[in-house]
């Protein structure tokens, strides 16, 4: 059984008279990736911000690779590792020299930190690039060298906060590809906010989808897409008779006679597609093509953000 990387509970943080968290519970298994989705402003950002412990919360309880946040921050920072929005790598150092100096910042010792840098040069295919300025890097690169340079210090859990932002298709899916690799084979857990709502259906294990600073569903994006209405079976049919037959014969919602379709309504399971099969078998009716339809984490984005309070209600 997996073990809980973070745990949370009651989390509340405010700015001012803004509330930005409003009493969030939370249970991150070790070894998978956890996605955080929520619009501008929802507190995503803040969140990444105190489970990492760059600031602190108003109250609630929060254990982060078994450790009490509030209690022994010190031993959570030796647990974790963040690569925020914005890339901290230095554009004059090369690439060796950016992975130096961190492993100078964690004392790993001369030989080590140089053993470590190439290892993961290697690792993030920046070999060749290695002796140039970071400068000099294209946006993809400069993100694997800003990730490569979070896991010198070997993290148990990660923090990445938006972390393709910015990269054209090719290199975020580079990056989603090197993500899966860190969890599969080195047992890292990643915490994940992203506005890239395909990159959380990719990539996570489960999504919470965070509004107006109350978490307003959970789940894989499997469980999440089933909260929305609106999925449906389309059958096509060989000719106009088989179609008005089916008609009469399946509920439906929507006909295309050009098409010679019906859309029926479904959550795509295998019950509901058996159950509909039958009673086409029981009329001896012929389908010739099927296509499920099912909402997407956009349907339900757009479906559950700005509805918290009534939601709450």
């Known amino acids: 059984m997996s073990t809980t990387a973070i745990a949370v509970t009651g989390l509340r943080k405010s700015f001012g008279e803004k509330t930005v968290l409003d009493g969030i519970d939370l249970a991150v298994p070790e070894g998978t990736v956890f996605s955080l989705l929520g619009p501008n402003g929802a507190g995503k950002t803040t969140m990444v911000q105190i489970l990492s412990t760059l600031i602190g919360a108003d109250s609630g309880i929060v254990r982060v690779a078994g450790h009490d946040l509030a209690a022994d921050p010190d031993a959570v920072r030796a647990e974790i590792g963040v690569t925020g929005q914005f890339s901290a790598v230095d554009g004059l150092l090369t690439g060796t020299e950016n992975l130096i100096l961190m492993a100078d910042l964690h004392r790993l010792g001369r030989a080590e930190g140089r053993r470590r840098a190439q290892e993961l040069l290697v690792q993030f295919d920046l070999v060749e690039a290695a002796g140039k300025p970071a400068a000099s890097y294209s946006g993809g690169m400069r993100r694997r060298l800003d990730l490569a340079m979070t896991l010198v210090g070997s993290p148990r859990i990660i923090f990445l906060d938006e972390p393709t932002t910015g990269l054209d298709p090719r290199s975020r899916r580079t990056m989603w590809d090197i993500i899966r690799n860190l969890v599969a084979n080195d047992g890292v857990t990643i915490f994940l906010t992203t506005q890239y709502l395909e990159e959380a259906d990719q990539l996570a294990d489960r999504i919470a989808l965070l509004d107006h600073g109350i978490l307003v569903a959970e789940g894989t994006a499997d469980e999440l897409k089933r909260l929305i209405p609106g999925g449906h079976l389309e059958l096509q049919f060989a000719d106009v008779e088989s179609l ?70």
Not at 256 to 269: E, F, K, M, N, R
Not at 275 to 286: G, H, P, Q, S
Not at 288 to 307: A, K, Y
């Open 244 to 313: 008005d037959r089916a008609a009469h014969a399946i509920d439906s919602v929507g006909r295309d006679d050009d098409a010679l379709t019906l859309q029926v309504p479904s959550d795509g399971g295998v019950a509901a597609m058996r159950a509909v099969f039958d009673r086409l078998d029981a009329e001896a009716i012929e389908i010739v093509g099927l296509t499920v339809h099912t909402p997407d984490l956009d349907d339900v984005f757009l479906s559950l953000t700005g509805q918290a309070k009534e939601l709450q209600s």
